[in-house]
């Protein structure tokens, strides 16, 4: 069955990565969500997308330098986007998250690794604690990177459905996901071309970002694709009630 997937939360009307961003897509019956993992200097898988806190926090703060005990009480409000409204929301754990989603077996988690804590770190230190934390979730999650070397060794070692983001329309790219036997391959809607293709012909499931617009959404689940990603769940699915 198609679904929406909520993209790092509710991330129009909340700060994105959050615990209320998520909680927030739940409650308007999101049964997918989407959030992304960097890793602090003591090994803390740490949810937010970028690497450093300036964006969401105002604080320029590089979170694979700095211990989590030293972050967790930053405010993560975004306040260039939401003033001081989101002022009391913090940086989250992955453990944060994980503990939320762990009694909502049918919501589906995306958990996206991201590349600038892999180089720090390298790939066995990061997906180690990761796998870890997990494990509740395992039957209800789906790990994506665009490190497909990190992807392949979480499906060897843990035997998690995997998803590889791609970033271009390519015949090589779709051989390798093959070999490998990838679960999911991600895309951005604008990448892939404008002419019919039928998704569900292919050897995995497709994840497009992202669009809040409702009609196209409606096209890409015609077409096969089996999530969707908004970065506005509420809205999007209160006009698609039945892509719930």
Same mark, same amino acid.
Request: aromatic share 8%; charged share 25%.
């Given at each position: 069955?198609?679904?929406? =997937? ?15 961003? =998520? ?27 970028? =690497? ?14 700095n211990r989590y005990a030293d972050m967790q009480t930053i ?18 754990s992955l453990q944060n998250v994980i503990n939320q989603l ?7 988690a995306f958990v996206e690794l991201k590349d600038e804590s ?24 789906? =790990? ?101």
């Amino acid at each position: 069955m198609s679904s929406i =997937v909520a993209h790092r939360g509710q991330q129009a009307t909340f700060p994105e990565n959050t615990l209320e961003g =998520v909680q927030e897509a739940i409650r308007c019956g999101a049964r997918a969500v989407e959030f992304d993992v960097q890793m602090s200097a003591d090994h803390i898988p740490v949810v937010c997308h970028d =690497v450093n806190l300036l964006r969401t926090a105002g604080i320029d703060m590089d979170i694979t330098q700095n211990r989590y005990a030293d972050m967790q009480t930053i405010s993560v409000g975004e306040p260039s986007r939401f003033s001081e409204q989101y002022a009391s929301v913090t940086l989250p754990s992955l453990q944060n998250v994980i503990n939320q989603l762990t009694d909502i077996p049918d919501v589906l988690a995306f958990v996206e690794l991201k590349d600038e804590s892999i180089d720090v770190f390298g790939i066995d230190n990061f997906i180690e604690p990761v796998i870890k934390q997990l494990l509740p979730i395992k039957d209800h999650c789906i =790990v994506i990177a665009d490190n497909l070397q990190a992807l392949i060794r979480l499906k060897q070692d843990a035997g998690l459905p995997v998803g590889w983001i791609i970033h271009r329309w390519d015949e090589d790219d779709f051989r390798l996901a093959k070999q490998q036997h990838l679960d999911y391959l991600v895309i951005n809607h604008k990448y892939f071309p404008e002419q019919q293709h039928d998704f569900s012909s292919d050897p995995w499931q497709w994840v497009i970002y992202e669009t809040r617009n409702p009609d196209k959404a409606v096209r890409l689940f015609e077409q096969g694709a089996a999530f969707v990603e908004t970065d506005d769940a509420c809205q999007l699915l209160n006009r698609l009630p039945g892509y719930k």
